[in-house]
């Protein structure tokens, strides 16, 4: 079935720099995605959304990015912090399915000091 | 803090036996998902309720059940557990699902171990 996947399972960056997590989505009439960010033991925390009439979207250090061509999501984020170590995931839905959001993989991202 | 609570934090319980999970959603919000995340499938879809009345169906298994009570908190019950429940389940509620891409915000959840 249509799901979203994520290309990388981990992800490894020095504090400090700017981190990418990627993701690509299968259903091309999805028109709403999302990124969580879930730390060990905690429930998926919101990060940052976009709607599929937009290209990018920037929040506080956070940077979505849109490409509908090829069904990919990416979400870069500025000047990494320890306190950014977690497992981000992104999820889509579409309007006709109500709200239910279809979750990627996730990728765990860690921060080296 | 989302605003959404969830009871218990972990529960341990045996194969064949019937757990409820309990969800408070943010004040205001109408509209009520659960999810269940396990190691080999993810954050799945299972069930929302909207102001009470059930509003969409993902993969949940016929001997869950879920409701909305006027209070507009909700509950999963799990029944006839299986080992193979085990996982953690999330609560999430946001204001109206009926725009579509309403943002969503996750409880802390619940930890659910069968043995």
């Known amino acids: 079935g249509e799901s979203v996947g994520l290309h990388l399972p981990t992800l490894s960056v020095q504090e400090g720099d700017n981190s990418i997590i990627n993701c690509a989505y299968s259903?091309?009439?999805?028109?709403?995605f999302i990124w969580y960010k879930q730390e060990s033991g905690k429930g998926p925390q919101f990060i940052i959304d976009?709607?599929?009439?937009?290209d990018k979207r920037q929040g506080q250090r956070v940077t979505v990015l849109l490409n509908k061509t090829v069904k990919h999501l990416s979400l870069q984020i500025a000047a990494t912090q320890p306190g950014d170590s977690a497992v981000y995931f992104c999820?889509?839905?579409?309007?006709?399915?109500?709200?239910?959001?279809?979750f990627g993989e996730g990728t765990q991202l860690t921060v080296n000091p | 803090d989302s605003g959404v609570t969830q009871t218990p934090k972990h529960l341990i319980t045996a194969t064949g036996q019937r757990v409820t999970l309990r969800c408070s959603p943010r004040?205001?919000?109408?509209?009520v998902y659960w999810y269940q995340q396990s190691l080999d499938q993810g954050l799945q879809f299972l069930i929302q309720?909207?102001?009470?009345?059930?509003?969409a169906k993902g993969n949940i298994l016929e001997r869950f059940s879920a409701q909305q009570f006027p209070d507009l908190h909700s509950e999963l019950n799990l029944s006839s557990l299986e080992l193979g429940d085990s996982a953690l389940y999330f609560c999430?509620?946001?204001?109206?699902?009926?725009?579509?891409?309403?943002?969503?915000?996750f409880g802390p959840g619940t930890r659910l171990t069968v043995l």
């Open positions: 309720y909207y102001n009470g009345e059930e509003r």
């Open positions: 004040s205001g919000d109408l509209s």
């Open positions: 976009i709607r599929s009439n937009m």
């Open positions: 999820a889509e839905s579409k309007e006709t399915s109500g709200s239910r959001l279809t």
């Open positions: 999430a509620s946001s204001v109206d699902f009926r725009s579509g891409g309403e943002t969503q915000f």
């Open positions: 259903n091309s009439a999805s028109d709403y």
